[in-house]
């Protein structure tokens, strides 16, 4: 099946059967919108994960642990359209940075911690870059589990680790990066009785699937020729896949869009397998500036090849600089992110530049993190950084008069016709 980027893939009725692995969900039947109800006053209408029900694992209502989780929002913006080489399609924003830790962690951290809720589990943990770990102690706080997260020391953002601490999990800093952190904690749940709340816990990548559930909900089941997300330890890329077919399969959507996978350059080992056409697989030392996928080994290569196989999906990796470039555009939108975030456009700007997408595709780009999760970046970009940025945009210091202030002004205002002009 080669088809262009920015051309959805049409299973057809031969095809029904791929479905990516993991929790059997029910696919023998037909579904339509209408299933999926936002009842005022109940669960439906509170989360934007458990919305979505009929395609979840079923877990007793009263053993749900949410936060009122989802229901995020879908931006448009011409600027971001624009800057991604997209002049005849679009660039929308699904950004899962508006969830109660800010980030997406949260639709699949409701449905893990639920499960061990409602599994009697005295202990859950997680290894984890920040985001994880800061969703895993909320939701295991709300739940009054005890948490344990595991960190690489001194490699995950201060703004992650503060939230991971405020929610009261105990935290364990491994000498080593999150790949050691995770080996190390997977041997542990394999001796003692602790509940494993990563990626590779099934029932973490059946909330994220959600992610995608509501986005073409969004779009009135509508189906984007592209979905683009970056890839770190690549849950969200085989959730993707799984949302997809399962919505294909039970007749929410005539077909699939493509999933395009952004790595960064310096954690890349899913984008050289795809290089390799998925024959030669070997991890990396990672190491980007965009910590929440700076992964060098991911747990679900597998299940993710699942993914951009089905879908006749694209795995790409772009440089640090320009993640923060794209995430400057974001950030200058209003919208802000994360820098791992920002991988989604700079990849469909990268792939647009290489004729790989079509300038004609309509893009959802999702932003997995909230521009607060890394102020330590946001502040070496625009403030530290030499040399400077073209879109930096520094603090300014002026004398205590008028004059100085109304010299500002005007500079911003030229500033911003020039901008306009090009």
């Not at 201060?158 to 105990?170: E, F, H, M, N």
Request: aromatic content about 6%.
């Amino acid at each position: 099946m080669a088809a262009r980027a920015g051309e959805a893939t049409d299973l057809g009725n031969n095809e029904r059967h791929q479905v990516i692995g993991g929790i059997a969900i029910d696919l023998d039947r037909t579904l339509t919108p209408e299933a999926f109800p936002r009842t005022p006053g109940t669960l439906a209408e509170r989360s934007g994960v458990w919305r979505f029900a009929p395609l979840l694992p079923a877990i007793p209502e009263d053993k749900i642990v949410s936060r009122w989780e989802g229901n995020t929002p879908l931006y448009w913006d011409d600027r971001l359209s624009a800057y991604a080489g997209l002049t005849g399609g679009r660039f929308g924003v699904k950004h899962e940075g508006h969830n109660p830790t800010g980030s997406f962690k949260d639709r699949g951290m409701t449905v893990a911690v639920s499960h061990a809720n409602a599994t009697g589990a005295s202990v859950i943990a997680c290894a984890s870059t920040g985001n994880t770990s800061a969703s895993l102690a909320s939701y295991a706080a709300t739940a009054g589990i005890p948490a344990i997260v595991l960190i690489p020391e001194g490699k995950i953002s201060v703004g992650k680790l503060a939230q991971t601490i405020a929610y009261g999990a105990t935290v364990v800093q491994v000498d080593g990066d999150f790949d050691v952190a995770l080996k190390l904690l997977r041997e542990l749940v394999e001796t003692e009785n602790v509940y494993l709340a990563n990626s590779v816990n099934p029932y973490r990548p059946e909330g994220q699937k959600t992610i995608v559930l509501e986005l073409l909900a969004q779009l009135d089941w509508q189906v984007p020729d592209i979905i683009a997300l970056p890839g770190g330890n690549l849950g969200n890329t085989t959730a993707f896949g799984k949302a997809l077919t399962e919505a294909f399969q039970v007749g929410l959507i005539p077909r699939l869009p493509q999933v395009i996978t952004v790595q960064a350059e310096g954690a890349a080992p899913f984008y050289r397998y795809f290089q390799s056409g998925f024959d030669h697989y070997e991890p990396v030392q990672a190491e980007t500036i965009a910590t929440a996928i700076k992964i060098g080994n991911p747990a679900s290569v597998e299940r993710a090849r699942e993914t951009i196989q089905i879908t006749n999906g694209i795995v790409t990796a772009v440089s640090d600089a320009e993640i923060m470039d794209a995430k400057a555009q974001i950030d200058r939108a209003g919208i802000g992110c994360e820098p791992a975030s920002a991988a989604s456009l700079a990849g469909i700007r990268k792939l647009v530049a290489a004729g790989e997408v079509s300038p004609d595709a309509t893009v959802v780009g999702v932003v997995t993190g909230n521009v607060l999760k890394d102020t330590d970046a946001v502040a070496r970009y625009h403030i530290t950084d030499e040399p400077r940025h073209p879109l930096a945009n520094r603090p300014i210091s002026v004398p205590a008069t008028l004059d100085a202030l109304k010299r500002v002004i005007h500079e911003r205002k030229e500033e911003r016709e020039k901008r306009k002009e090009e």
